[in-house]
Every structure is written in structure tokens, then in C-alpha cells.
């Protein structure tokens, strides 16, 4: 397969004197945000990039109140828990509703079509938020998620994730492409799923489907 990409350029956010891969949760002044925010982050990527294009790049500051406006009106975050999927997925429902959009989302799909929906996404210029849900039935596990950057030696592994929601922005055979805290990342698809079957499950690491409301994806 050769790389699948969104058809735009995915925002990039200017701020510091750095230019992000998309949002990160660590911008906002609220502790909680801050530490289990990455659903709306990932919500407020697909939504600036499928309905609410501000550019190509976006003032930090302005990312930041569009994603705290998100979270006040349709994506509360909860202390302590965050948010999961069927709530998030409610809460961009409500999003395409109130402005009318022509769009519906839902959570999940059977494990052998996540990939299959995310490539249908991509190829439609919709960014997909991707759930590293938590261990389970062990909560309190510390199994993670391999995360990789890419240089000139190919790619390495510099960090990990688990109750986490990414953007995904690409796919090939092997990996996604992913923005997570502002930074650009692979996760490898094998991965992905071992982690899934192994260490969390399926209705906690999947994705949210979004779709424009004339087509069909696989459930």
C-alpha cells in the first residue's frame, strides 16, 4: 500500500516560535485538561480540518479557545476519567447538529474494519481519532502503546501511550501517522492490535467514526 493521506494539509498550530502537528492538551490552564484532555485535542483536530478550516496555520491562542469553547458546549471532560468514546462520539453529534452540518459520528467497529475505516477517511479528508483505550480488565496495568518519531535511521521508538486518543493523519502497511501532544508520531498497526487483544480491548482501543451522511463505512 502505498501512504494514504488526508487530501489537505492537516492545521499545523503556530505558537513559541514552534509549529505543532496539530493540538495539544498541555495548553490549557485547567490542571484536569491538562492531564486528561487529549479527547477534545483530538476532536477539536478533525473538526478545525473537516468543518471549521481556520487556514493552514492556526495562532495557538486561537486553537486554544476553539478547543475550550468545545469542551464548555459539547465535550466535558470528567477529573480523574477524561472521556470515553460513546460520550465523545455524542458530543461531536451534537457539534454537527447544532451547526447543521452534514456529517454523523459513532464509536467503534468490529476489529478487522478499523483499518479499513480509517483508510475510507482519510480518503475522504477526514482526520480519525484513534483510542490506545486503558488496560483491562486490569485498570491499573502499565501495558502501553509503542510510539515512534522518524529520522534519518528510519524510526524509533520515543514514547508510549495508554488511555490515550490520537489524531490519525496517514496510514501505510506498517504504520499511522498520528499527532498527539502537538508532535508528529507513528504507531505501528500490528501493534496496535496486539495491544487491543492483549492488554485493553476492543470497544476501549478503537476509533470514532466520522462520516459524511451519504456514505456508508463498515461497522
Known sequence: MTEIRLKREFPAVKG???????????????????????????????????????????????????????????????????????????????????????????????????????????????PVVLSAGPNWPNLFGKNVLDMYEKNENGYVKTDAMRAHYVTVTAMDDTYLTVSSWGKKYYVKRAEFIEYAKKHSNFIFSSIMVVRPLKKKYKG
Open 16 to 126: 513559541d516560535g514552534k509549529l505543532y502537528f496539530g493540538g495539544a492538551q498541555a495548553w490549557s490552564t485547567h490542571k484536569y485538561v491538562r492531564g486528561y484532555g487529549c479527547g477534545v485535542i483530538a476532536c477539536a483536530n478533525v473538526l478545525l480540518h473537516t468543518v471549521d478550516r481556520m487556514g493552514s496555520e492556526l495562532d495557538k491562542e486561537d486553537y486554544i479557545k476553539y478547543a475550550r469553547k468545545l469542551r464548555r458546549m459539547f465535550l466535558p471532560v470528567i477529573p480523574k476519567f477524561g472521556m470515553n468514546g460513546l460520550f465523545m462520539t455524542l458530543g461531536v453529534d451534537l457539534f454537527f447538529l447544532f451547526h447543521r452540518l452534514p456529517f454523523m459520528a459513532y464509536w467503534g467497529c468490529l476489529p478487522c474494519n478499523i483499518f479499513k475505516n480509517i483508510e475510507k477517511m482519510l480518503k475522504d479528508d477526514i
